[in-house]
């Protein structure tokens, strides 16, 4: 496995916008 710290950067970044993904879904279904 190469862990440099853009590739770590990159798989964080990744996780970011995953669960800002996740929050946001909950929200649209909360408001529906």
């Known amino acids: 496995m190469n862990c ?3 590739v ?3 798989k964080s970044n990744f ?3 995953f ?3 996740l929050s ?3 929200k649209v ?3 529906e």
């Open 15 to 17: 996780w970011g916008v």
């Open 4 to 6: 440099t710290p853009k």
């Open 29 to 31: 279904q909360i408001y």
């Open 24 to 26: 946001y879904e909950d």
């Open 19 to 21: 669960i800002m993904k």
């Open 8 to 10: 770590r950067q990159k």
